[in-house]
């Protein structure tokens, strides 16, 4: 009976172990979104855990790691892209500030369905409804 439990505790402490570093890893990515040399590498660094680690932990949390970067990206040059107080700032500019080697790399994500829009496009605001 004793031994059922400590095996049950330990599941529940792999469990909780796995959230909380998760948490902390999601905060890291968040806190260095805009720095281009952020990669699963030095993120696991950051860690203590192999890349291999960090990918199993985000597979068990059901999300691709490398994705919801992009993801988080995109929606951040998205934002200030339709910020009015970032007008005098260049798409290409922007899509450097948040991580992205180029114009070209933020382009077509954003023309995609998820966004529907070219930066151009965010830029100038929601689209309107045709009527």
Known sequence: ????AVRQDSHHTR???????LTQIRAYV?????EP??????????????????YKLCAQAGFSLTQWIIEQRLEGAR???ARPSTSDHTIAA???RW???????LQ???QDDAYGMSPATARRGPREELT
């Open 99 to 105: 991580g992205f080697s180029d114009l070209y790399a």
């Open 30 to 34: 968040r806190r260095h979104l805009t």
């Open 94 to 96: 922007v899509a450097r």
């Open 1 to 4: 009976m004793v031994a059922s």
């Open 108 to 110: 077509p994500p954003l």
């Open 79 to 81: 934002e200030e892209l």
């Open 37 to 54: 040399g952020l990669r699963p590498a030095r993120i696991a660094a950051a860690h203590h855990i192999s890349e291999r680690h960090l």
């Open 15 to 21: 469990t909780v172990l796995a959230e909380t570093r």
